[in-house]
């Protein structure tokens, strides 16, 4: 009675209509004497009445038709839920692969070579550069083939050319010791080592003929924009980057030598990690050079006269043959190998 009663519900108007064409269809048949009218009116009702019926019968069967689609739509949606929750554990799981990816590829960020690829490194770095960022020790190699190099190209190819140098503070008789006692202990000597043995002295001539000869190479290439900083404390590492790379040595002829890519991440630490250290450190005001113009073979006026001008007075204990020799050491290059 129930299902009756929800099925008359939903199709009472179809139901009304059926029951009406067939009371009148009978009613206006069963006259004595149907005429012309009532025959055609009853026809017309049978129709409706089939219609009704027809109505009824596709309502029947759109139902369970109906009740599918929801079926349908519903474990649809289902399924689509849990798609979207499969899909988000699949972007994570991708999210971690490529972490993982991302991690081994940045495992060789770091690439160890031989101490006798150094020169042919160094070489490469130098090429088509713009920059160079050196921390280190004295700065001998620096001043003896990395700078007149990179200036040369850069004057050919009519670009500027940026250096961020640190080095130990020629002033400070502690770290000057320090580094001279650290050289003096290492088991070789570095290939064409002539400076004799490693003393606070030597390495305060060393740091001063590496002021000079920056200033005197700032003072013909206009382009060329120095930074110099003295530390007051060393490092056993020398850092040397430009634009393709940073290499990394230890101040050790037999050691190995450190390289990262410019598109690894670890170039950018580098980077940052020299800006900092370089900010930190005491600035030498290259830019007071022009003042204290040194001519194509400095005299010793001039180069007294600089380190006057830098405020980093020669000690008064330097001799002519003193200052002879920083001038030799930052103007004649010899055959020092990278440390």
């Given at each position: 009675?129930?299902?009756?009663?929800?099925?008359?519900?939903?199709n009472?108007?179809?139901?009304?209509?059926?029951?009406?064409?067939?009371?009148?269809?009978?009613?206006?048949?069963g006259?004595?004497?149907?005429?012309?009218?009532?025959?055609?009116?009853?026809?017309?009702?049978?129709?409706?009445?089939?219609?009704?019926?027809s109505?009824?019968?596709?309502?029947?069967?759109?139902?369970?038709?109906?009740?599918?689609?929801?079926?349908?739509?519903?474990?649809?949606?289902?399924?689509?839920?849990?798609?979207?929750?499969?899909?988000?554990?699949?972007?994570r799981?991708?999210?971690?692969?490529?972490?993982?990816?991302?991690?081994?590829?940045?495992?060789?960020?770091?690439?160890?070579?031989?101490?006798?690829?150094?020169?042919?490194?160094?070489?490469?770095?130098?090429?088509?550069?713009?920059?160079?960022?050196?921390?280190?020790?004295?700065?001998?190699?620096?001043?003896?083939?990395?700078?007149?190099?990179?200036?040369?190209?850069?004057r050919?190819?009519?670009?500027?050319?940026?250096?961020?140098?640190?080095?130990?503070?020629?002033?400070?008789?502690?770290?000057?010791?320090?580094?001279?006692?650290?050289r003096?202990?290492?088991?070789?000597?570095?290939?064409?080592?002539?400076?004799?043995?490693?003393?606070?002295?030597?390495?305060?001539?060393?740091?001063l003929?590496?002021?000079?000869?920056?200033?005197?190479?700032?003072?013909?290439?206009?382009?060329?924009?120095?930074?110099?900083?003295?530390?007051?404390?060393?490092?056993?590492?020398?850092?040397?980057?430009?634009?393709?790379?940073?290499?990394?040595?230890?101040?050790?002829?037999?050691?190995?030598?450190?390289v990262?890519?410019?598109?690894?991440?670890?170039?950018?630490?580098?980077?940052?990690e020299?800006q900092?250290?370089?900010d930190?450190?005491r600035?030498?005001?290259?830019?007071?050079?022009?003042?204290?113009?040194?001519?194509?073979?400095?005299?010793?006026?001039?180069?007294?006269r600089?380190?006057?001008?830098?405020?980093?007075?020669?000690?008064?204990?330097?001799?002519?043959?003193?200052?002879?020799?920083?001038?030799?050491?930052?103007?004649?290059?010899?055959?020092?190998?990278?440390?």
């Amino acid at each position: 009675m129930t299902r009756f009663a929800v099925w008359l519900g939903k199709n009472a108007d179809a139901f009304i209509a059926l029951v009406i064409a067939v009371v009148v269809a009978v009613l206006g048949l069963g006259a004595d004497l149907p005429n012309e009218t009532e025959i055609t009116n009853s026809a017309i009702l049978a129709v409706v009445g089939l219609m009704a019926t027809s109505i009824l019968r596709d309502r029947a069967r759109r139902a369970p038709v109906e009740a599918e689609v929801r079926d349908a739509l519903r474990e649809s949606t289902e399924t689509i839920g849990e798609l979207s929750s499969r899909m988000e554990r699949v972007e994570r799981l991708e999210g971690v692969v490529d972490g993982a990816r991302r991690a081994l590829d940045e495992s060789s960020v770091v690439r160890v070579v031989s101490r006798a690829q150094l020169d042919q490194l160094l070489v490469a770095a130098r090429r088509g550069t713009d920059r160079w960022v050196y921390k280190g020790g004295t700065g001998a190699y620096l001043r003896e083939r990395t700078l007149p190099d990179c200036v040369a190209e850069a004057r050919r190819e009519r670009r500027t050319l940026l250096f961020r140098v640190e080095l130990v503070d020629p002033t400070d008789d502690a770290v000057c010791e320090t580094l001279a006692r650290h050289r003096a202990s290492l088991p070789e000597r570095r290939p064409g080592d002539t400076g004799g043995p490693w003393t606070a002295e030597r390495v305060r001539k060393e740091v001063l003929a590496t002021i000079l000869a920056a200033c005197w190479h700032r003072q013909r290439f206009g382009m060329l924009d120095i930074d110099l900083g003295l530390s007051r404390s060393m490092t056993t590492l020398r850092y040397d980057l430009s634009a393709s790379r940073v290499i990394v040595t230890r101040d050790d002829p037999a050691g190995d030598v450190l390289v990262v890519d410019s598109d690894k991440f670890y170039y950018g630490w580098c980077g940052a990690e020299l800006q900092t250290s370089l900010d930190q450190a005491r600035r030498v005001p290259v830019e007071r050079a022009r003042t204290a113009p040194l001519g194509d073979e400095p005299t010793l006026a001039e180069v007294r006269r600089l380190f006057e001008v830098l405020d980093l007075p020669l000690p008064r204990s330097y001799a002519d043959r003193d200052v002879v020799e920083i001038v030799r050491k930052a103007l004649r290059p010899g055959a020092v190998a990278p440390v």
